[in-house]
């Protein structure tokens, strides 16, 4: 079935780093998203992709949609202590029909101050 | 606030006992979507549904799940005779359904289920 590879699984830097985290996948998808799951709440949305080669970015979040529609990356910038939490890629396939999304394993950021 | 609503946020069942989950979605849309998060996983499909419609609940177990959206109120999840291994966070989620964004789903806090 559909999966997508997140990497790393966690991350531990210094405030003011930046951070790039990616996911791929053997599959091709239509739509990108990037989460941030904070401990007892849901994922929120933090970028949409659209297009394969797209590049967008959200403040300190840059995100973008390979090329060849199999992976996407997020960088974060000067990373503070809120960006603390848990970062999960999910991805939209091809058919029209069903709107399910796959979902990463999550990349675990923690930031020292 | 007119975000997607879910209630109760936590549930705690015995086992054998059935355990329903509430879900209001965002004010405009008319798509819901159900995933199940275990610790230290990111969340799995379970069901994707329109008023009145399944439209794909491949990712629902055969037995003893079931999920409906009715044409008025909430989403239901409803999970019969639970047992430990339903255990898990359950998240649902909605969108728009047209637009570019149509598919782009924004997610409740969840419903931590408990099963003793």
């Known amino acids: 079935g559909q999966q997508l590879n997140q990497s790393p699984q966690s991350m531990f830097i210094q405030e003011g780093e930046d951070v790039s985290m990616n996911c791929t996948s053997s599959?091709?998808?239509?739509?990108w998203l990037w989460y941030k799951q904070d401990p007892g709440e849901g994922p929120v949305l933090l970028i949409a992709?659209?297009?394969?080669?797209e590049l967008t970015s959200n403040g300190r979040l840059t995100a973008q949609f390979g090329i060849t529609r199999k992976d996407s990356f997020l960088n974060i910038s000067a990373s503070i202590p809120s960006d603390v939490g848990i970062y999960f890629c999910?991805?939209?396939?091809?058919?029209?029909?069903?709107?399910?999304?796959?979902f990463g394993q999550g990349t675990t950021l923690q930031v020292k101050p | 606030n007119a975000g997607v609503m879910q209630n109760p946020r936590h549930l705690v069942r015995r086992r054998g006992q059935e355990a329903r989950l509430r879900c209001s979605p965002m004010?405009?849309?008319?798509?819901v979507y159900w995933y199940r998060q275990l610790p230290e996983e990111g969340l799995k499909f379970m069901v994707y549904?329109?008023?009145?419609?399944?439209?794909?609940e491949s990712g629902m177990p055969k037995e003893r799940f079931s999920a409906e959206f009715p044409k008025e109120g909430p989403s239901i999840l409803r999970i019969q005779q639970v047992v430990r291994g339903d255990s898990a966070a359950y998240f649902c989620?909605?969108?728009?359904?047209?637009?570019?964004?149509?598919?782009?789903?924004?997610f409740g806090a969840g419903t931590r289920l408990s099963v003793l």
């Open positions: 989620a909605s969108s728009p359904g047209q637009g570019i964004a149509k598919n782009i789903q924004y």
């Open positions: 549904l329109q008023k009145e419609n399944i439209i794909d």
């Open positions: 992709l659209y297009k394969a080669g």
């Open positions: 004010k405009g849309h008319s798509h």
């Open positions: 599959s091709i998808f239509n739509t």
């Open positions: 999910a991805a939209q396939g091809r058919s029209s029909n069903t709107g399910k999304l796959i």
